[in-house]
């Protein structure tokens, strides 16, 4: 992708294997979320989990979800840690509205272009903090850059990135759920897997209790792998309010469950309905931090809109 446009978009190429990781998560994500985006507001179709997802003539363009994500990957392969002031600066600099952001994000990207502050806006906007998912959908790329780092650090960094625009914590549970388990599915590669649900309730176990998100995991590692869609949905809830809450417990239920099998989690993802684009770019890029690039079906690839890479 090249002239401006490329430019504002592009990361840079990556050097480390933390690079290749975080990148390989971000492809992840990114072939989700466009393959998820035309089904978005969609309801519930279990028969979309066998369907074909990828469109016909023309690239699947991926949405906010992944162009908020590339800041995230370009702001640690630049600095190795999540910089807030030049991740809000990622953010401003990467805007296109059309991507489909909310209103508010949009309010608060377009301040941020204009010079206000991140801390002052993301309270003005937000009254009490936002607790979207829009911070956990840009999360996994973290757990897979710091797969060789404790869990700690993980959970620092992923609250870092969600605070530049979610202070309520909620949305800053979200986003730690979201990496820990992109972290877990990195640091089984080449290796079996733990059960979805014993690494369900790992990463409840390092959230802060008393949390819808923290609930929702707990009710998802008790729920059975092979449950029914419509039961999980019922449970566990598709992203149709836009939460974290309504979000995070359905997306990692699905990714952690299918670990080795990248299609089958973005399929179930789209066909669980509610907002497909997030919830299957969660899955996608949790799922792809232990598969890799090479985990995703080619034919997906191939149809959607390519993670823009700088030249080296």
């Not at 466009?34 to 978005?40: C, D, K, M, R, S």
């Not at 509205?97 to 377009?110: D, F, H, I, Q």
């Not at 092979?226 to 997306?251: E, F, H, I, K, Y």
């Amino acid at each position: 992708m090249g002239g401006d446009l490329g430019d504002r978009q592009a990361i840079p190429a990556p050097r480390t294997e933390r690079d290749r990781r975080a990148l390989g998560s971000l492809q992840g994500l990114a072939v989700g979320d466009a393959l998820g985006a035309p089904w978005e507001g969609s309801e519930l179709d279990p028969a979309r989990a066998e369907g074909p997802l990828q469109p016909s003539g023309r690239v699947a363009r991926w949405t906010d979800d992944t162009q908020m994500a590339l800041s995230v990957v370009g702001v640690l392969e630049s600095g190795g840690t999540i910089e807030q002031d030049a991740l809000a600066s990622g953010f401003a600099r990467r805007y296109q509205p059309w991507r489909g952001y909310s209103s508010a994000t949009r309010a608060v990207l377009a301040a941020l272009r204009d010079g206000e502050p991140w801390r002052a806006l993301r309270e003005r906007i937000f009254r009490g903090g936002s607790f979207g998912n829009g911070s956990a959908m840009r999360a996994a790329p973290i757990g897979a850059y710091f797969h060789d780092a404790p869990a700690e650090e993980v959970i620092e960094q992923a609250d870092l990135s969600a605070a530049v625009t979610h202070s309520h914590p909620e949305g800053r549970a979200g986003a730690v759920a979201v990496a820990l388990a992109a972290w877990l599915a990195a640091r089984s590669r080449g290796t079996g897997p733990d059960a979805g649900s014993d690494l369900l309730a790992m990463v409840a176990d390092r959230l802060p209790p008393g949390l819808d998100v923290t609930a929702g995991l707990r009710e998802a590692a008790r729920l059975a792998a092979d449950a029914p869609l419509d039961a999980a949905v019922a449970a566990l809830g598709n992203g149709s309010r836009v939460s974290c809450q309504d979000t995070v417990p359905m997306a990692l239920w699905l990714a952690l469950h299918r670990l080795d099998d990248y299609e089958s989690g973005v399929r179930h993802a789209v066909a669980a309905g509610g907002d497909t684009d997030t919830m299957a770019a969660i899955v996608g890029g949790i799922i792809a931090a232990r598969v890799g690039r090479a985990g995703i079906p080619e034919p997906w690839l191939s149809a959607t809109e390519p993670v823009p890479l700088a030249e080296p």
